[in-house]
């Protein structure tokens, strides 16, 4: 139904790097974030070029510099059929910025869907969109995030997920 297709248009993925506000914790995080991206880009892991980049930018690291150093140090050392361990790149993002994000997402698209005339009660919507949207596996919140916020209030009831919602999170995919 309408719930189906704005989840849909979300784009799962499962690489992730870092952003920070301290100083120390940005560097740290930023060359992590160009290791990694350099080395899958080498070792032609992915389907899309920039695809790392761009999930990248959508990420917070977690507080701990030194996690991010080893992780850089171990990725720089890691060969193509032998990835660094415990470094998978989801395990270096803070994930409270997206799950936040995510959850006031699907509260935005039940709101949406409520303008549209549907009856269901506000908490039990949000409670089925969580079961085709997981946000507790959301990692990371793109560019286009404010954008789709700002854009579901007038969105249409045909299509209540607009253009601007697509790919807006970056969510764990199950491995």
Known sequence: ??????????????????????EALGDACDHYKRTFCEWVESCNLLLQPGA????????AC?????EAERCTQAIERASCSNPPERCNLADIADPAPAIA??????????RALARCGSEQPLGECESDA????DCTQAIGVKAGYDACLADLPQASCDEIAPSSC???LTIRSEE
Request: hydrophobic fraction near 45%; include cysteine.
């Open 62 to 66: 977690r507080e701990d510099v030194s």
């Open 130 to 133: 969580m079961h085709s949207l």
């Open 1 to 22: 139904m309408l719930q189906r297709t704005w989840a849909r248009r979300l784009l799962l993925v499962t690489f992730v790097a870092c952003g920070g506000s301290d």
């Open 101 to 110: 994000a995510c959850e006031a997402f699907v509260t935005e698209v039940c």
């Open 52 to 59: 790392c980049q761009e999930a990248a930018e959508s990420i």
């Open 166 to 168: 697509e790919r807006v």
